[in-house]
């Protein structure tokens, strides 16, 4: 409804290979569009072509999501972009954009942290109020619960993101990119019969994927030509043993937060056999499970809308010679005054 008194905010997401524009107003999805960089099989995502990828769409994108939203420059009251964490090149080519809206437009501009995003976007969407959150996408894996005006990380991964363990399997395996890798060895996962014993590397609250990748790597190579196991097998032993670890380290910050609300975002958070199995944790634990599906868990530019939303109400601004990007950017740099 144009004219409303409440801020709508627009958010620019493009800190990895998906390029978002996103309007929030008052706990709305008004507008989502989204685009994906896409790669051949074998293959990942360079910094400077994703960038470049980015800048073709993102004018089309903001045009799509005003028209979507039903409103013009004037009403929105403020433009969010992802300040990181981050590839730097996708990072800084979104921000320019912003900051040249936010300018001629004449509106304030938020710097949000991305993996605040994902956390206030599954808030919204599920309803979940104090939730441990597990974060796993192709760029971070990190098992978060809230405390003090601080989004506290409980573990994380100590090497690689769970996702791009993911990714980079698909890519030794040739398996297609499109829509993504991990949709695709999910599907595949399904059709596996065999369990390959792969290495279990929890290490306190800690996770480590780099050693499974290089050891399934390896084993990939010979077992799949002595026929020992099909691609199937390694795509389902994969998952239920990353996933297993995964379970593992959000149940134990779980018990140890007292936390009756598990929350899974980040884009490994739509695959179903994670979310299935961290609904058995959660039930046998007497706790509630929440996820979304790929249109908010997956990178989008609502989350970074929403998370400035939040923000914006609560006061915070960026001001122009403060809104540089910064690939690393941990979550709980960020002071959350925004919640009680
Ligand atoms: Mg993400």
């Known amino acids: 409804m144009p004219g409303s008194t409440m801020p709508a905010v627009l958010g620019f997401e493009g800190s990895a290979n998906k390029i978002g524009v996103g309007i929030v107003r008052d706990g709305t999805v008004l507008a989502n569009p989204r685009r994906t960089y896409v790669t051949p099989p ?22 799509e999501a005003l028209t979507e939203a039903g409103l013009t420059s004037q009403d929105i009251d403020c433009v969010a972009y992802t300040k990181g964490p981050g590839m730097g090149a996708p990072l800084a080519s ?59 990380i409980f573990g994380e991964t100590i090497d690689i993101a769970v996702g791009n363990c993911l990714d980079r399997f698909a890519r030794v395996l040739k398996i297609s990119n499109d829509p993504s890798p991990g949709y695709n060895i999910e599907q595949m996962a399904k059709r596996g019969k065999k369990l390959v014993e792969l290495p279990y590397t929890v290490k306190g609250m800690d996770v480590s994927f780099s050693g499974i990748l290089s050891f399934i790597e390896d084993a990939a190579q010979r077992m799949l030509a002595t026929g020992e196991c099909t691609p199937e097998d390694l795509c389902f032993s994969l998952q239920e043993t990353v996933f297993a670890m995964l379970v593992e380290i959000t149940e134990r910050a779980m018990a140890h937060c007292g936390s009756e609300e598990a929350l899974i975002v980040g884009g490994v958070g739509c695959n179903m056999r994670l979310q299935e199995m961290m609904e058995t944790m959660c039930q046998e634990r007497g706790a509630r499970l929440f996820a979304t599906d790929e249109r908010f868990c997956i990178d989008n530019g609502a989350m970074i809308a929403q998370a ?33």
């Open 42 to 63: 074998g293959t990942g995502f360079l910094p400077g072509d994703t960038a470049r990828h980015h800048r073709a769409v993102i004018l089309d994108l903001l045009e």
């Open 94 to 152: 979104v921000a320019v954009v912003a900051r040249t809206v936010a300018q001629l437009w004449n509106k304030p501009l938020l710097g949000v942290n991305h993996c605040i995003g994902h956390i206030e976007m599954g808030r919204l969407i599920t309803g979940a109020t104090n939730p441990t959150v597990l974060y796993v996408s192709g760029g971070n894996t990190q098992v978060i619960a809230y405390s003090e005006h601080r989004y506290r």
């Open 308 to 340: 400035g939303w939040e923000m914006f109400q609560a006061g915070h601004r960026t001001h122009l010679s403060d809104s540089g990007v910064t690939q690393r950017y941990r979550t709980d740099e960020v002071e959350v005054t925004w919640r009680d």
